[in-house]
Structures are given as C-alpha cells and as structure tokens.
C-alpha cells in the first residue's frame, strides 16, 4: 500500500489521478492519519457508515442494563471485591 | 469530532437504574452519542464494568452489554513502555497520587482524548496539569 504525507499530496496532486488506497501518514510523529480510497470503493464505505450507526444506536442499550442491589457502591469497593476473587 | 475517554463510575452510573447519578449519566450519555463523539475507555476499566454487570445480572447480559460497548467504543491497553513512561511521571509527582487513576489518565491522553468523564471530583486531581487532556464531570458535556 502506498503511504503519503497529506503535505506529499498537497505538492503533487496527480498522486490522487490513479490509486487504489492511499495510506495518509504524519511523517513527523509517524503515525496514520486514516486512509484515502478510491470512489469504487463507496459500497462498502456506506456500509460501514451504516454498520457504525447501527452499533451506535445499539449502544443505547447500555442505559440501564443492569439492576443491582447495591446502587451505594462505589467503584473502589467494587474493585476490592473484584481483586478478593484472587486472595 | 471530540474525543472522550470514559471512567469505570461513568459507565457503572449509565447502566445502573439504581444508582444515584443514573438519570444524570443517561443524559450525558445521550448527548455524547448524538454528537457523534468518539467514545474511549480502557481494557481495566472494562473487567471491572463487566464484573459488576454478571455479579447484578448474569453472563448473558454481561456478554450482550460488552458487545455494545466493545462494537463502539475504542478500547486502550497500556503497553511495556506506557507503565514505564507513567512511571517517571508520578516519581517527579505528589506521592499522593493514585496509581490506578493515573493510569487511565495516562492511556486518555495517549489516546489524544479531549476529556475525561467521571463523576469522582477528586479524580487525579494532583496530575491534572500534566496532560493537555481535561477532566469533567457528568453536567459538563
């Protein structure tokens, strides 16, 4: 896969005439930015546009999962409780 | 797009209807997924969260709700060199700070998070200004 600095692409547009998938790095920190695709490629973008919406609506389900019978607990306690498992 | 990183109590007051702080965390979450926020949180903070949902539920639940987070949310693991590097930070810091706490923090800023999310006040309130990252509360989003 070809890797670019968006500063590489700004200096030579035709490198967005012919690719498939562009890797689009900070070269200063050495780290991927994201990723460039071709137009061919919009299907299974917009399928995982709707992928995400759907796991994030689904996420909402999240809100009040759980019941418990001890609501006054606080987090460090429940850690104890956890870590007492491996006394 | 923000990104924020969420604390155990954050998600422990969004799932439980019973706790005090549900209705407040419901909210904010809310507001956090319409927003198109970028949610993060940590492999630790996970095992506690799914703890606490199979102590008050059963597996089932517990695996349906790891799935809704794990399927969304992105999920940080500190590596060799984040303990050591954490580790020369709270050398030079106040000796009071907690090493757990620290450690989220730590992961949210090398996440390039914006916020952190608890409700505990006092939440690495002695290495706060290390990191660019801010902590807010519940009503701050």
Redesign the interface.
Known sequence: MQSLSVSEIQRNLQNLNDFDVLEIVDKKRNVVKGYFLDGRYKALIDELLKK?AS??K???????????????QT?DQ??DE?LSKYE | MNKYFLD??F??D???????R?SLA?DC??RL?EQ?SRLFTSSDIL??VA???Q???DLT?CL??MD??A???EIVCASNSDFLKLNLILQSGNSKNDY?DSLQLYLADKSDCDYLITS?NKFCQHLREVFTLKVIGLSDV
Do not use: C
């Open positions: 995400r796991n994030r689904n996420l909402m389900g999240l809100i009040g999962s759980v019941s418990s019978q001890q609501p006054d987090v429940l850690r956890h | 155990t109590n998600f422990l969004v799932a439980d209807s019973n706790r005090e549900h419901a979450f809310q997924l198109e095992t506690t703890y606490f949902v102590k008050h539920e639940q349906k709700v809704m987070i399927n969304e949310v757990e505990d």
